[in-house]
């Protein structure tokens, strides 16, 4: 059963100066589309900002367990309690950005979920991450737990595509939450997503951003 609307979300997403560790997001978003009969007790939230040459996001959890046992670059870090960012800079292919709660992630670029190639290891490690967890596995945490996890994305990320700087640049996007072998199987997404069985990799879904 769907649960969700045709509304599609927009997000602007404020350009600040880091002169220090410390970010100062203004833009904010709710990951709470449940979409389909699933576990949909799990509280995500995530601010976004940009500084030209990378995009900053924090994603903030709050669920009822916690799974982490992927540590390999391209591994399978859905199975474990991840969090998503997707973005399409020309409506056509996009990039999928995946991270488990102790930072390991793969990412990879096409046009739908069966027409991909894997970001290179070099590429997605220049990604920095701060999980609140920290980097070792975890084989389960059974209560409930709020953790975080604060992303650097610079544009050497989007490896096909020509974005040099953010400033001025439109584009498609979605962010998600999921744990395919969490106890409790849960699809969260910003943008409500109109299909019969879960599946992220459908960018007539995205939302829309704008990078001030």
């Known amino acids: 059963m769907l649960k969700n ?3 599609m979300n927009s997000l602007l997403v404020k350009k600040v100066y880091k002169e220090s560790e410390q970010i100062c997001y203004t833009t904010n978003g709710q990951i709470s589309n449940s979409n389909w009969d699933y576990f949909d007790k799990v509280k995500v939230t995530f601010k976004i900002a940009h500084d030209n040459r990378s995009i900053y996001l924090k994603f903030y959890v709050k669920e009822e ?106 584009a498609s996007c979605n962010f998600y939450k999921c744990g395919d072998k969490q106890k409790n199987v849960h699809y969260l997404s910003w943008n409500p997503i109109k299909n019969e069985m879960p599946n992220f990799h459908l960018p007539q879904y995205f939302g829309e951003i704008s990078f001030e």
């Open 5 to 7: 609307s045709n509304s």
């Open 65 to 170: 367990n916690v799974r982490a046992v992927n540590t390999n670059v391209n591994g399978p870090v859905w199975e474990d309690s991840c969090v998503e960012f997707f973005i399409s800079f020309d409506k056509v292919n996009y990039y999928n950005l995946e991270f488990n709660c102790i930072g390991n992630l793969l990412g990879g670029y096409g046009q739908s979920r069966d027409q991909r190639k894997e970001l290179p290891a070099e590429v997605l490690q220049k990604i920095d991450r701060i999980p609140s967890l920290g980097f070792d596995k975890i084989e389960g945490i059974e209560e409930e737990i709020e953790w975080t996890l604060e992303l650097n994305i610079p544009v050497s990320t989007f490896v096909y595509d020509n974005v040099d700087l953010l400033e001025g640049v439109k």
